[in-house]
């Protein structure tokens, strides 16, 4: 994970927006992710956008892709207790299928 | 679809005995299996990856001996911590993939204590 750069730690009240940013250094990346790891389980995979795209919605989750800067994003809209969690952000390098995990940000979400 | 399950969830074993932990994918595929291990707070490392009946392609600083995988099925992989000792104490996560998909799909996590 020491490629790929996440803040540690979030803090927002509950309905607001959050955003959870990422940097990555493979310009061959093809695939970026993001996963939600909740205490003692393992991995749900959000979203993912494919490396030609600059954004992708779905629900209340948006991905700002800039390659240029090797910047990722990742934004929740109307924040929940229930997103508090921890998020990975992921790239899938080349041609091959091995991912790449970010460093990870605690989110909190406070009522 | 694609879930993966573990087994087992958790495990506490003496040090210089050896684990196996499973890993399945119960309604699909996996052509390849991945096997991760997360510290408390930490990232997940990439361990090894496994295709079905060839041998696992491990990480640099990951031994082969000390972690043996095993992916004799499209649906199966197992990990085994031989001669386990207190710094093999992690979260051990591992995931699946179908031919050319963009997606893995994981387990939900062995967490493996060793006294």
């Known amino acids: 994970g020491e490629d790929v750069e996440q803040s540690l730690f979030l803090s927002v009240r509950e309905g607001d927006s959050s955003v959870i940013n990422c940097t990555y250094t493979?310009?061959?990346?093809?695939?970026l992710y993001w996963y939600k790891q909740e205490p003692g389980a393992g991995l749900q995979l959000l979203t993912y956008i494919f490396s030609n795209m600059d954004m992708k919605q779905d629900q209340r989750l948006t991905v700002l892709l800039n390659k240029k800067d090797k910047h990722l994003s990742l934004r929740i809209a109307d924040t929940q207790t229930g997103d508090s969690a921890i998020y990975f952000c992921?790239?899938?390098?080349?041609?091959?299928?091995?991912?790449?995990f970010g460093t990870g940000t605690q989110l909190k979400v406070e009522l | 679809g694609a879930v993966v399950s573990q087994h087992p969830s958790w495990v506490i074993c003496k040090s210089g005995t050896s684990v196996k932990i499973e890993c399945r994918s119960l309604d699909f595929q996996a052509t390849t299996m991945f096997w991760y291990r997360q510290f408390p707070k930490q990232s997940l490392m990439l361990m090894a990856t496994s295709n079905e009946g060839s041998k696992a392609t491990y990480e640099q600083g990951v031994e082969k001996d000390k972690f043996l995988i095993n992916h004799a099925s499209l649906t199966l992989s197992t990990l085994t911590v031989t001669s386990a000792h207190p710094e093999d104490s992690s979260f051990y996560i591992c995931s699946g993939t179908r031919d050319a998909s963009y997606e893995q799909y994981f387990g939900p996590g062995t967490r493996l204590t060793v006294t």
């Open positions: 992921a790239e899938r390098r080349g041609g091959g299928n091995k991912l790449t």
């Open positions: 493979d310009s061959s990346s093809t695939y």
